[in-house]
């Protein structure tokens, strides 16, 4: 069964550094999305990409943030100058139009 | 408000009996899913139900959608200890962004 993969599984990185958080969406999908969750917290929406552009992003998807899907497979989420309250597990997820959205196991971002 | 609100926010039950979670959105929808988490860690599909279902099955769930009250339910029988995590329901209106409701926490005691 096809799925999405995350990598890597957690991160740790110190305060002020970039990540790049990395996701390898179904092959055939067409629509791809990031979440984050923050601990104890709902799953929350950040960002919507289709045909090669950023479709729909939510307030908390600033600057620091920035989307990428640089070669036809992969679909990357960098964060720049991390911050402590950035630390959350991170989710990516894809769709193929009217099909519903496949998510991958998460990225778990901590910041020191 | 949310478009996603679960209740209760939190359930304890006994080993053996069922669980019974809710869903509740606001907008018209495509799809709802329902996810199981486990402390810390990623979610886990667990069934989605279309717009045009009343009703599905899965083993030991039963997902219920009603779209005139915009309403799910989420029916776990004869819980396990194994069950103990969060479930969130999860809606969307096709190719657009899922909406992730508050989620459920519940406790199955053994």
């Known amino acids: 069964e096809p799925e999405v993969t995350q990598t890597p599984?957690?991160?740790?990185?110190?305060?002020?550094?970039?990540?790049?958080?990395?996701?390898?969406?179904?092959?055939?999908?067409?629509?791809?999305?990031?979440?984050r969750q923050i601990l104890g917290q709902k799953v929350e929406?950040?960002?919507?990409f289709y045909n090669n552009e950023i479709s729909e992003k939510s307030e908390i998807f600033d600057d620091q943030?920035?989307?990428?899907?640089?070669?036809?497979?992969?679909?990357?989420l960098k964060i720049r100058s991390t911050k402590l309250e950035d630390s959350a597990m991170y989710f990516c997820a894809s769709g193929g139009g009217n099909t519903e959205a496949f998510f991958g196991q998460g990225t778990r971002l901590t910041v020191v | 408000s949310q478009q996603g609100e679960e209740d209760p926010q939190a359930l304890s039950i006994q080993e053996g009996e069922n669980a019974t979670m809710n869903c509740s959105y606001k907008t018209s929808i495509n799809n709802l899913q329902w996810?199981?988490?486990?402390?810390?860690?990623?979610?886990?599909?667990?069934?989605?139900?279309?717009?045009n279902e009343r009703e599905k099955h899965s083993g030991r769930l039963r997902v219920t959608l009603d779209t005139s009250k915009k309403s799910s339910s989420l029916l776990i029988t004869a819980s396990r200890a194994a069950?103990?995590?969060?479930?969130?329901?999860?809606?969307d209106a096709g190719?657009?962004?899922?909406?992730?409701?508050?989620?459920?926490?519940?406790?199955v005691i053994p």
């Open chain 1, 9 to 35: 599984s957690h991160q740790v990185t110190q305060m002020g550094q970039e990540v790049i958080l990395r996701c390898v969406p179904i092959s055939n999908h067409l629509y791809f999305y990031w979440y």
């Open chain 2, 35 to 51: 996810y199981r988490q486990n402390s810390g860690r990623g979610l886990v599909h667990l069934i989605l139900i279309r717009s």
């Open chain 1, 45 to 48: 929406f950040l960002v919507s």
């Open chain 1, 65 to 76: 943030f920035s989307v990428e899907r640089p070669d036809g497979s992969n679909f990357t």
């Open chain 2, 83 to 91: 069950d103990t995590a969060s479930y969130f329901c999860a809606t």
């Open chain 2, 95 to 107: 190719y657009q962004k899922v909406t992730f409701g508050t989620g459920t926490k519940l406790q």
